[in-house]
């Protein structure tokens, strides 16, 4: 009998710079001491002898090569592309010089930078923000935001408010907080405000997601914070559309990829079936009939049937259940 060819639609990875030939420096990333035995095998596979039959090499099925895959990707281990050179040869803007890195203003500096910028009535306000009188630094800071970034005085209020309602009441943290968002492109009191409307519509939602996908305690990735984010926020998918998807993944895949939950999720969007559980029910089933015409009758279904109720409690219970299994183990 012919073996069946895997198939694949991934774009090509290569090895990032420093890596190859130089396997002692993942020796200290959390990413190598949380990565399963599937993990590792894909990964020394892929190293030496590429993607083309590396679920075949590893043996391991295309999906579970297909999430592992995904796990170095967000370690920072590969990256898209082939071959060491960048692609994209367009001049990068150059990155901004940390705060701490700028020496301060003199006494004499900063209120002739409040003179020519008129910042007098912004540092009242953010005075009256915070709630106490600013003294020589901290007057510095906030007309350093202005005279250093070029923003506006509404931007840098807007910002000292909204650090102010999150407990953060540090002007240093702000200063960080401005520059980490200039550096993002951030920069406009107009980008400002979507950006804090973004970050407090996901963080409600963020937290049901970690529990979710075991995450735990600890801080998200960058590519996990803005995958969530984006699931909430621009893509809009309900939560119990987000648990079919894990639920989905880990069954697939063996683990809880939320990279790979992000393919299945995309198909729905694109499908145009992600607004509501009982319309990704549907569509499974209606997949799942279609496959059946042209399935092998002595093999069962892909997947478990979907129960016909599917709510948050739902798929908390049952990854609990999973992580309390695994710690027994």
């Known amino acids: 009998m012919a073996m069946k060819q895997e198939k694949t639609e991934r774009a090509p990875l290569k090895v990032n710079d420093g890596i190859r030939g130089t396997v002692p420096r993942l020796a200290g990333k959390i990413a190598l001491r949380e990565a399963s035995a599937d993990d590792l095998r894909v990964l020394l596979v892929f190293l030496e002898r590429g993607a083309e039959h590396v679920a075949r090499d590893a043996g391991v099925s295309p999906a579970r090569a297909d999430a592992a895959l995904d796990y170095w990707r967000e370690a920072g281990i590969l990256s898209d592309g082939v071959g060491s050179e960048p ?34 009535g912004m ?13 020589t630094t901290e007057i510095g800071i906030v007309a350093g935001l202005a005279e250093q970034l070029e923003l506006e005085p509404a931007y840098v ?58 995450i735990g305690e600890r801080a998200l990735t960058k590519a996990e914070e803005k995958r969530f984010t984006a699931w909430l926020t621009d893509d809009g998918f309900p939560i119990g559309v987000i648990g079919i998807a894990y639920d989905l993944t880990v069954e697939a895949t063996g683990k809880a990829s939320s990279a790979y939950a992000d393919k299945i999720l995309k198909k729905w969007k694109d499908a145009g079936c992600a607004g509501s559980v009982e ?35 739902d798929f908390f219970a049952r990854a609990l259940e999973r992580s309390y299994s695994d710690q027994k183990k």
């Open 87 to 120: 692609e994209d040869n367009e001049p990068k803007k150059k990155p901004l010089r940390p705060a701490d890195e700028l020496a301060p203003a003199t006494g004499e500096e900063t209120a002739e930078i409040i003179r020519r910028r008129d910042l007098s």
């Open 279 to 313: 319309e990704v029910e549907r569509f499974i089933e209606r997949e799942r009939a279609e496959r059946g015409k042209n399935a092998n009758p002595s093999r069962g279904p892909k997947h478990d049937p979907i129960p016909s109720t599917y709510d948050s409690g």
């Open 157 to 214: 209020l807007t910002l000292i408010s909204w650090c102010h309602r999150r407990g953060k009441n540090s002007l240093r943290y702000a200063e960080r907080t401005a520059f980490s968002l200039a550096s993002e492109g951030v920069e406009t009191l107009a980008q400002l405000e979507e950006y804090i409307s973004r970050r407090e519509a996901a963080e409600s939602g963020i937290g049901q997601i970690r529990k979710l996908f075991g």
């Open 123 to 135: 540092i009242d306000e953010a005075q009256r923000i915070v709630g106490k009188t600013f003294n």
